[in-house]
C-alpha cells in the first residue's frame, strides 16, 4: 500500500496583522506557520502593541536569516480595504475578536 504524500508549497511572502491584544502571543501566532510553511513574513503590528513586535529580533539572533521577517509600523487599513487591493490573492485575517474572515 502506497502512503499519500504532502506537499509543500510556500506563497513567498506573507502579510501579517495581528490585533493589538496580547502583542507578543499574537505576534508568535501569526510568525510561526508563516516560517513552517517556508514563507518570509512582512508584519504590520496594530499601532498599540508594535512596540512589541519591532522586539522580535530573538529569531535573527536564532540564526533566521535577516530579512525574512520584516516589521513595519504605522498606521494601517480596515480589512476590507486589505482585501480590495488584494484582488485575488487569498487572505486569511482576524477581524476583531472571534471571527476570522477567509476571502
Do not use: R
Not at 533566521?64 to 480589512?79: A, H, N, Q, R, V
Request: proline share 8%.
Amino acid at each position: 500500500m502506497e502512503s499519500s504524500s504532502l506537499k509543500k508549497i510556500p506563497l513567498g511572502l506573507v502579510l501579517a496583522i495581528p490585533p493589538f491584544n496580547y502583542p507578543v502571543s499574537m505576534v508568535v501566532s501569526e510568525i510561526v506557520p508563516a516560517l513552517i510553511a517556508d514563507n518570509s513574513l512582512v508584519l504590520k503590528p496594530h499601532t498599540q502593541g508594535s512596540v512589541a513586535a519591532l522586539h522580535m529580533n530573538c529569531f535573527h539572533l536564532a540564526g533566521f536569516p535577516e530579512g525574512l521577517i520584516s516589521c513595519i509600523t504605522g498606521k494601517g487599513d480596515i480589512g476590507i480595504g486589505i482585501s480590495k487591493k488584494a484582488g485575488m490573492i487569498p487572505l486569511q485575517m482576524e477581524i476583531g475578536g472571534k471571527s476570522i474572515g477567509c476571502f
